[in-house]
């Protein structure tokens, strides 16, 4: 099983990136999907997550109303899509896939390899 993450950059404060999580060995339509994050120094938290079924979804305090997850189940991807980034939302973002769409790390098996978020002027 793998995970794939992609679509990071360098992206100036205030602008938007969408990141995609594909995976390979694992239908991501029958998991629930999160996004993490670790900045340096800094623990990893989750972001967002999403359902496998209802596509029920949650967002950590710090990205609610910036960020939105969603899932293609047609292309079988699950994105991120990231608006009004601040330079706090630096950090190397990967995609896991589990059981339950909680915010906690513990309840994901699969996990991607990263891809880099820098936002700054």
């Known amino acids: 099983v793998q995970l794939q993450a992609s679509g990071g950059g360098l992206v100036q404060p205030g602008g938007s990136l969408t990141l995609s999580c594909a995976a390979s060995?694992?239908?991501?339509?029958?998991?629930?999907v999160a996004w993490f994050r670790q900045a340096p120094g800094k623990k990893r938290e989750g972001v967002s997550s999403i359902s496998a079924i209802s596509t029920s979804t949650r967002y950590a305090d710090s990205v609610k109303g910036r960020f939105t997850i969603s899932r293609d189940n047609i292309k079988g991807t699950v994105h991120l899509q990231m608006n009004s980034l601040e330079p706090e939302d630096t950090a190397v973002y990967y995609c896991?896939?589990?059981?339950?769409?909680?915010?906690?790390?513990?309840?994901?098996?699969?996990w991607g390899q990263g891809t880099q978020v820098t936002v700054s002027s």
């Open positions: 896991a896939a589990g059981k339950m769409y909680s915010l906690g790390s513990a309840d994901y098996d699969y």
């Open positions: 060995g694992l239908t991501l339509a029958y998991h629930a």
